[in-house]
């Protein structure tokens, strides 16, 4: 089974500085990988994703990931944080298994904090 | 476009009461999906359908109950609450299970 752990609950930047956040996966298949923002008493929205080809993918408001199959990992960078950004962040996997399930799966999330 | 509408938006229960919590999308969405956010815990499945009439447990189904009549429509079914169903809920809708995610605001529910 599909698991993903995001590495630190809370991380916490100064604005202007290099954000990253970690994700790491487990799948018996190839992974669909994405992140997705939450910003406070809101649902979640989509910031990237990989599915096949290029492994470096550019989204939405600065952020970027890799896909990097041999570590199983795809870690969330931006070079410049700004203090909209403070928010939950979550990583998450979607496979369809060779039995026919297929689910989204979601780490625990990281709170992104923004020091002026 | 209304997207992805769950009610209700807060629900207080007493412990042993059923309720449904109602979602709907108006994207022509295949595959829905249930998540409860707890602190600490991120997002855990519940149960998510691929389709009309096709229903699958997630990671934590017990104490919940689904059907998908309706691509439209894909309500979530609290059976007997108990305080340990005290969560935020979210129904989200995408094309695939591999494509974009859209998520409805959220259920905020209390069992005391």
């Known amino acids: 089974a599909q698991s993903v752990t995001q590495l630190g609950s809370h991380v916490s930047v100064s604005e202007g500085a290099l954000v990253l956040l970690r994700c790491n996966y487990s799948?018996?298949?190839?992974?669909?990988l994405f992140w997705y923002v939450q910003y406070p008493n809101q649902g979640l929205q989509l910031l990237l994703k990989y599915t096949t080809g290029a492994t470096l993918v550019k989204g939405i408001n600065g952020f970027e990931a890799e896909f990097k199959k041999s570590e199983t990992s795809f870690h969330l960078t931006k070079p410049s944080a700004h203090m909209s950004d403070a928010a939950e962040y979550f990583c998450?996997?979607?496979?369809?298994?060779?039995?026919?399930?297929?689910?989204?799966?979601f780490g625990q999330g990281t709170r992104l904090t923004i020091n002026p | 476009n209304a997207g992805v509408t769950q009610t209700p938006k807060f629900q207080v229960l007493k412990t042993g009461q059923s309720m449904t919590l109602q979602c709907a999308q108006d994207?022509?969405?295949?595959?829905m999906s249930w998540y409860r956010q707890d602190p600490g815990m991120g997002l855990r499945l519940i149960h998510y359908s691929v389709g009309a009439g096709i229903t699958d447990q997630g990671e934590v189904p017990n104490g919940y109950n689904v059907s998908r009549s309706t691509t439209e429509d894909f309500p979530l079914r609290l059976l007997s609450a108990a305080p340990s169903q005290t969560s935020v809920y979210f129904c989200?809708?995408?094309?695939?299970?591999?494509?974009?995610?859209?998520f409805g605001q959220g259920t905020r529910l209390t069992v005391v």
């Open positions: 989200a809708s995408s094309y695939r299970v591999f494509t974009e995610a859209f």
């Open positions: 998450a996997v979607s496979v369809i298994e060779r039995q026919g399930a297929q689910k989204l799966v």
């Open positions: 799948s018996s298949v190839p992974p669909y």
């Open positions: 994207m022509n969405h295949e595959y």
